[in-house]
């Protein structure tokens, strides 16, 4: 009999223990992330009610991450919003929550290679729509153009807006301002005002604008770059105030690292027009001396001897690439003063074939040698 009772009890200690134990209650957390980047766990997993669960957000290559949001349910705390790696608490319910991957500069930029086909007649416009959103106007550089059709020619770029821009091959002489154009590859490069970090903080790049003239007008960096080394500029005329068809360059000098000097040039037999009374707005981009051999972020950014003139020229690269790069030149010197722009014959894995190209009527004639700055990107 009190073996009896003592079971008796322990029964009844073990049914109150369990009645006493809280069921689990378990909610659903989804995790999503921009793209480039990831997040750890991601998807959607099962968490327990009041149970801290470790998250972390990984961006990926050129991206940094911005901050953690809450897309959906309101029993949520996140203990460090701003932390790649903080921990997360349902309190409620089902819930899901962002991670949110910014560029490393925090500006956008693109480049890339046009394939253009062959143009109507020089006053036929095309259109380029940017691959990314932009807050505002970004700085847009075209150039080099490949000589597939021999006519000298300059790039012209109008109307840039928060999706794209117009542009067309414009080519110099009054002889050819309604013939057809052949094909070209074109490069270009879009970039937001300011200051860029590019491949992981290896290279600075500032872009801007200014008002360009016929006159020598000064750029000033926002900030300088490392003193004794200047950067490699590109610029570019990216409006069309003036409709009489008037063909125009950018030519640079003295760049240092706090700033450059440009002017506009029109057509030879526009140049001492003072009738020609001209302002356009320029876009310049100036890139760090700099060069990386690492697998999928080749680049160089580099400038030639003072050797290049109207002869074909051969660049050698720093690197080695597996397909033929993003290339982009100009001169960076002003020594000779006609009216000029650098073309491209060829690009390879291991050389650009550069040359000076002048307008119709000085082509003919020598120019002086110039130095060529130039970007080199490996392509995907």
């Keep these: 009999m009190k073996e009896k009772i003592i079971c008796m009890c322990c029964l009844i200690c073990l049914f109150s223990f369990f009645s006493c134990v809280e069921p689990i209650i378990t909610c659903k957390l989804t995790i999503e992330s921009d793209s480039p980047g990831t997040t750890t766990p991601s998807g959607t997993v099962e968490v327990e009610i009041d149970r801290e669960i470790s998250i972390t957000a990984t961006p990926g290559q050129g991206y940094v991450f911005q901050e953690w949001s809450v897309t959906q349910g309101s029993g949520v705390t996140i203990a460090d919003p701003v932390s790649g790696t903080t921990t997360v608490i349902l309190k409620s319910g089902d819930a899901a929550i962002y991670a949110h991957f910014s560029e490393l500069s925090g ?3 693109e480049y890339g290679i046009i394939n253009n086909p062959a143009q109507a007649y020089t006053d036929e416009w095309m259109e380029k729509s940017f691959s990314k959103e932009y807050k505002t106007p970004p700085v847009v550089v075209m150039g080099l153009i490949s000589r597939n059709d021999s006519s000298p020619a300059v790039m012209r770029v109008k109307d840039v807006t928060l999706t794209g821009f117009s542009y067309k091959i414009d080519e110099w002489d009054d002889h050819y301002s309604l013939a057809a154009h052949g094909a070209e590859n074109i490069s270009y490069m879009v970039f937001e005002e300011g200051v860029h970090s590019l491949f992981n903080d290896t290279l600075t790049v500032l872009a801007g604008k200014i008002t360009g003239t016929r006159d020598w007008e000064t750029i000033v960096f926002p900030t300088p770059f490392q003193e004794g080394t200047p950067p490699v500029v590109v610029s570019q005329c990216i409006s069309f105030n003036h409709v009489d068809n008037y063909s125009v360059a950018t030519r640079q000098q003295n760049i240092s690292n706090e700033g450059a000097d440009l002017k506009l040039q ?3 037999d526009h140049v001492n027009d003072e009738k020609i009374t001209l302002e356009e707005e320029v876009g310049w981009i100036a890139f760090e001396m700099e060069y990386s051999s690492i697998p999928g972020m080749r680049f160089e950014v580099s400038r030639t001897p003072v050797e290049v003139d109207l002869s074909v020229y051969t660049l050698n690269y720093h690197n080695l690439y597996i397909n033929p790069p993003f290339f982009m030149g100009m001169m960076q010197t002003y020594n000779g ?8 014959s060829n690009v390879t894995i ?3 074939f550069i040359f000076i190209e002048e307008t119709p009527a000085t ?3 020598a120019h002086s040698d110039e130095s060529i700055g130039y970007i ?5």
Excluded: F
């Excluded at 003063?337 to 491209?344: G, K, Q």
């Design 376 to 380: 080199c990107i490996e392509l995907d």
């Design 350 to 352: 291991t050389n650009a």
């Design 337 to 344: 003063n006609e009216v000029a722009t650098l073309r491209s």
């Design 363 to 365: 082509q003919d004639t």
């Design 266 to 268: 029109l057509r030879y």
């Design 107 to 109: 500006l956008k930029h």
